[in-house]
Each structure stands twice: as structure tokens, then as C-alpha cells.
């Protein structure tokens, strides 16, 4: 056997390895895609739960394809996110969205969906210990995710999450750059 049918066979390999981990990837998504054909069945607006629900779906298969810390971010991310997102559909549908309503309800509830998610996201990486890419990706996919519901209300409802997301994590943050943890 040459050194040529050795490496040809090591590309082979190479490439099945990686195509069974980009089938895994895109199963693991799965649920990311049943929430986000959810989530614009529910919107008055469809097309911001649609486009965000794509970009979080693509985000997450890299995520899941790539491993480590963002594939470990994977989930919290997700779950963190659906806070959010679902209490900004769900002040949507308590009421119509008119020329001021939405400041009253909806961004509010933004805001609240972003503080508990970055909670959310801060208390599961502290319990793991996790390192920076973890943090960093589980943040994304949360405001991804998030974003699915508060893009309905506009800029102010993603910048409101966003807003709520920083001032939730920021303590989790705090804790693990100056902080020592006690057992």
C-alpha cells in the first residue's frame, strides 16, 4: 500500500466523520425549527420569528457541529431564550398592538424575558464553570432565540431584551472575573 492510498483513505474517513457529525448537528436543531414555525404561526408578524428562527437554526448547527463549550451551550442557550420569546408572543396576544400599547406591554415584557434569561444563562455557566466561549455562545443563542418574539414589537422590543439580557448576566459575570467561589 503507497503513501497515496493512505491518504486517500484518511480523506475518506475524514470526510464520513465530518458528515455524521453535520447529520447530528442538523437533528439536534430540529426543536429549534418546530419552535420557530411556532412562533411565527403566533405572531401578527411572521417574518421576524421566520428570519431570526433561521439565523438561531444555522447558529446552532454550527454550534452543535463545531462541539466543546458551544455545543455544550447548545441547550441552556435555547431554554434561556424561550423566556423571552415566549412572554413577548404571549403579551402580543393578550392584547392589539396599537400606536403606544406595545411600550406598555410587550417591550416590558421583552425586557423581563431578557433579565431572566440572562439569569438564566449566568447561573448555568457558573454551576459548569464554564469558559468564555461557552458564555459568548450561549448568550447568542439566548438572544436569538429571544429575538424570535420581542423582533415583533421592532427595535425596541430586541433592544429591550437586550438591554434586560446585559443587566441579568453582568452580576453572573461579576461573580466570575472578581468573585471566589465558597463550598
Same mark, same amino acid.
Given at each position: 500500500?503507497?503513501?497515496?492510498? $493512505?491518504?486517500? $483513505?484518511?480523506?475518506? @474517513?475524514?470526510?464520513?466523520?465530518? =458528515? ?5 448537528? %442538523? ?6 425549527i418546530l419552535v420557530t414555525g ?14 431570526? !428562527? ?5 447558529? +446552532? ?20 431564550? %424561550? ?6 408572543? *404571549?403579551?402580543?396576544? %393578550?392584547?392589539? /398592538? !396599537?400606536? *403606544? ?8 415584557? /421583552?425586557? =423581563? &424575558? #431578557? ?5 438564566? @444563562? ?8 464554564? +469558559? ?7 448568550? #447568542?443563542?439566548?438572544? =436569538?432565540?429571544?429575538?424570535?418574539? /420581542?423582533?415583533?414589537? !421592532?427595535?425596541? #422590543?430586541? $433592544? *429591550?431584551? &437586550? =438591554? #434586560?439580557? *446585559?443587566?441579568?448576566? @453582568?452580576? +453572573?459575570? %461579576? ?9
Amino acid at each position: 500500500m503507497g503513501s497515496t492510498d $493512505i491518504y486517500s $483513505i484518511q480523506r475518506r @474517513v475524514r470526510r464520513t466523520y465530518e =458528515l455524521a457529525r453535520l447529520r447530528r448537528a %442538523l437533528m439536534g436543531i430540529l426543536p429549534v425549527i418546530l419552535v420557530t414555525g411556532v412562533a411565527a404561526f403566533v405572531a401578527t408578524r411572521p417574518t421576524a420569528p421566520l428570519v431570526f !428562527g433561521l439565523v438561531t437554526a444555522f447558529a +446552532g448547527a454550527m454550534m452543535l457541529w463545531h462541539g466543546k463549550d458551544p455545543q455544550k451551550a447548545f441547550l441552556p442557550g435555547v431554554i434561556a431564550g %424561550l423566556v423571552p420569546l415566549g412572554l413577548a408572543l *404571549g403579551a402580543g396576544a %393578550l392584547h392589539t /398592538c !396599537g400606536a *403606544g400599547s406595545c411600550s406598555y406591554v410587550c417591550v416590558p415584557a /421583552c425586557v =423581563l &424575558g #431578557g433579565v431572566v434569561a440572562g439569569f438564566a @444563562v449566568a447561573g448555568v455557566s457558573l454551576q459548569r464553570r464554564a +469558559g468564555v466561549w461557552f458564555w459568548v455562545s450561549a448568550s #447568542g443563542l439566548a438572544l =436569538l432565540t429571544g429575538a424570535m418574539g /420581542c423582533a415583533c414589537m !421592532g427595535s425596541a #422590543g430586541v $433592544i *429591550g431584551m &437586550g =438591554l #434586560g439580557f *446585559g443587566a441579568g448576566i @453582568v452580576p +453572573g459575570l %461579576l461573580r466570575r472575573v472578581f468573585g471566589k467561589e465558597t463550598r
